[in-house]
């Protein structure tokens, strides 16, 4: 119908091409009006053919192929910035949606509150558990930096029915368009990766509007089970000199930003140190990789922490590849 509202779907992706044809397959089997969708699939930098696969099978989509790796936060605000939709739905490319996800989304942006909700995000459940919730929001500690992701490992029982508040979300949430205008785009200079939600929530939340879950809405998130993970530190994210770079680099940043003086004083003083030690030890012991790739991982992640304790508000920038050569 026309007045629906027009939705665009940013998909940032990287070498997961059978995975994006199943995420897409599953937007265009859902209940909103596909003549109300723009769909914009970003593809950084893959390798797998990716680019002409989409181009030839789904002509009405549009590709954005960038030349090299841009990482999540480039990648979702060069979608962004191409989107004419008056809400930007993101979802990563490891997901299948619910029939009725984008309309839910759609309903709960288009409800009257005060104040206004600026991001929606579906319930996230397991793909090789469908009843087993992934993430129905998330919870952070501005002092510890530890986070608990709400309703985990839950099975939902039809238990999850109301509007839930949160402070920020990953993998799939839609954007009101004015929020965008309001607060910018991701900042993709000081969170290309990890973090990078989470900078850009705390900026909505700081304008006065809300961040929720619609429950109604909801994603199956393709990612192994807990109890299947055999490399620890993969599923911390720390598996690579880049990520284990960003991962111990961001969370410091992040805190600069955005806890109290005091809060980062006790943050900074002990619990970002015990945090390290874990990780390096996620690192070393947690993971299958050869003893030399562990040993400069860690090295990496060192850089990182360094790097983000060294580095002030206005002085961000991105270093990985200067700062591990």
Not at 243 to 264: D, E, L, M, P, V
Request: proline share 4%.
């Amino acid at each position: 119908m026309k007045n629906d509202p027009l939705v665009s779907v940013v998909i940032p992706t990287h070498n997961r091409k059978e995975s994006l044809i199943r995420l897409i397959e599953s937007i265009f089997n859902g209940s909103y009006p596909n003549d109300r969708l723009e769909i914009i699939v970003v593809d950084d930098a893959s390798t797998d053919g990716t680019y002409e696969e989409i181009k030839k099978r789904y002509p009405q989509i549009r590709i954005i192929r960038n030349q090299r790796e841009m990482l999540i936060s480039g990648s979702r605000n060069l979608g962004i910035k191409n989107a004419r939709g008056d809400y930007v739905f993101l979802v990563d490319d490891d997901n299948v949606i619910d029939r009725k996800c984008i309309l839910e989304l759609v309903k709960t942006m288009e409800e009257k509150s005060d104040p206004p909700i600026g991001v929606v995000a579906p319930i996230m459940y397991y793909y090789k558990q469908p009843n087993r919730v992934w993430c129905a929001g998330v919870k952070r500690s501005m002092i510890t930096s530890l986070t608990t992701r709400i309703g985990q490992d839950e099975i939902d029982n039809g238990h999850f029915t109301k509007i839930i508040e949160s402070r920020d979300f990953p993998n799939a949430f839609m954007i009101r368009r004015e929020i965008i205008e309001k607060v910018g785009l991701f900042d993709e200079n000081a969170f290309p990766i990890h973090y990078d939600e989470a900078d850009f929530m705390e900026r909505v939340r700081q304008s006065r509007y809300r961040v929720v879950c619609n429950p109604k809405a909801k994603v199956w998130h393709d990612i192994p089970l807990p109890e299947d993970v055999k490399d620890k530190a993969r599923s911390l994210h720390v598996h690579s000199e880049m990520r284990a770079f960003y991962a111990g680099r961001n969370r410091i940043i992040f805190h600069k930003r955005y806890s109290k003086w005091w809060q980062f004083l006790i943050f900074i003083l002990i619990f970002n140190w015990l945090i390290a030690l874990y990780y390096l030890r996620i690192i070393l012991l947690g993971s299958r990789k050869p003893l030399k790739d562990r040993l400069k991982i860690a090295k990496a992640y060192l850089k990182g922490v360094i790097k983000g304790f060294m580095t002030t508000k206005k002085s961000y920038y991105h270093v990985f590849q200067r700062s591990t050569k």
